[in-house]
């Protein structure tokens, strides 16, 4: 019997986390997915179940060193070698640098860098002695530019892109691909329906992000042969300016 492998995407909401989790389970992968609260999770790993895919959620705070630990340990040992790890968390808050305060600055640190710290050293663990496996970093247009009143996101998110330089950069020559997709515009999810309207309208014309095609962009990073990786890949709808 063949053995199973694994994905796990850490950040799995109702858009593109959960697309990407579906999206390799279609593959035969068991999708491993997690967000703080794991009953939240169930409506996916039921989505995936019912179409023959294998799922399981874990209730994790990837903030915490010791539930990150325990969580790559038990996938590890009762469900299967991980192939791909995906973090996807958010984080994307807005306020005047004024009203910016130290608990913001630092949770918005601990959840977009922090932890993509330690989901991304862990995975390495678990990947290096076998000399393969795919971690993919995803990141945003705050990225690569910090806009007015994004002081807390934009540096969090940079430091994540310098992070994924690095491991890329150790990891690469030892089988790993390490890869930051930047997500650059507004995403099919119901924020952007609920708060901005006018921006969701442009559904109709393809200008916002669909996370199934978002999804497949990370299963084509991570089936990619290893003489031409992509490390950066740039995500925006035609209509986008940059």
């Given at each position: ?98 009203e910016t305060t130290e608990r913001v600055y630092r949770k918005v640190w601990e959840m977009a860098t922090l932890a993509g710290f330690l989901t991304g050293r862990e995975a390495a663990k678990v990947m290096l002695p076998r000399g393969r496996g795919t971690i993919l970093f995803t990141g945003a247009t705050a990225s690569l530019r910090g806009r007015a009143g994004f002081a807390a996101f934009a540096s969090a998110k940079f430091a994540l892109r310098a992070l994924a ?78």
């Open positions: 019997m063949a053995e199973r492998k694994a994905v796990l995407v850490v950040g799995a909401g109702d858009a593109t986390g959960g697309a990407i989790a579906k999206r390799f389970a279609r593959e035969g992968y068991v999708a491993c997915v997690a967000r703080r609260n794991a009953e939240k999770l169930q409506p996916l790993v039921d989505e995936i179940e019912a179409a023959g895919g294998q799922a399981r959620a874990f209730g994790c705070d990837a903030r915490v060193e010791e539930q990150v630990l325990d969580m790559f340990q038990t996938i590890e040992r009762e469900i299967g070698p991980l192939e791909v790890v995906v973090f996807n968390i958010g984080a994307n808050v807005q306020f005047s640098i004024t330089q690095s491991m890329a950069r150790e990891l690469g020559p030892q089988g790993i691909h390490v890869a930051h997709p930047v997500i650059d515009g507004a995403i099919d999810t119901a924020f952007i329906r609920d708060n901005f309207p006018e921006r969701y309208a442009l559904k109709e014309q393809d200008g916002i992000l669909n996370p199934e095609h978002i999804a497949e962009q990370y299963w084509q990073l991570h089936v990619q042969p290893r003489d031409c990786w992509v490390h950066e890949l740039d995500l925006r709808p035609w209509t986008e300016m940059f």
